[in-house]
Nanobody, 125 residues
Framework: VQLQASGGGLVQAGGSLRLSCVVSGRTFSWYPMAWFRQAPGKEREFVGSITWKGDNTYYADSVKGRFTVSRVNAENTVYLQMGSLKPEDTAVYYC???????????????????WGQGTLVTVSS
């Protein structure tokens, strides 16, 4: 299983970015997906996730109302749409997946089996 994240970059505060994560090596639609982030000197933290059905999403309080997780099964891709970005959103963002199909939403890094390589998002003030 491979996860390839992209879309990071430098953006001004208040701006938007969309991250993408393409998954290969298995049937994408069977698995829940998630995004995490890690800022310098901090632990990796949960950002948002989506169920394998795509019918529910979950978010950290810090991004609720600003970020949206979505998936397009035909593209084997999960997206993280980020808006109203703040300097404190600066981090390396990782997409994540689990080993078990048809399982519960991913809410903790301890549940993750597969990580993407990370994409850097820098928000300037």
């Amino acid at each position: 299983v491979q996860l390839q994240a992209s879309g990071g970059g430098l953006v001004q505060a208040g701006g938007s970015l969309r991250l993408s994560c393409v998954v290969s090596g298995r049937t994408f639609s069977w698995y829940p997906m998630a995004w995490f982030r890690q800022a310098p000197g901090k632990e990796r933290e949960f950002v948002g996730s989506i169920t394998w059905k795509g019918d529910n999403t979950y978010y950290a309080d810090s991004v609720k109302g600003r970020f949206t997780v979505s998936r397009v099964n035909a593209e084997n891709t999960v997206y993280l749409q980020m808006g109203s970005l703040k300097p404190e959103d600066t981090a390396v963002y990782y997409c994540a997946a689990v080993a078990s199909a048809f399982g519960s939403p991913i809410l903790s890094p301890n549940e993750v089996t597969y990580w993407g390589q990370g994409t850097l998002v820098t928000v300037s003030s």
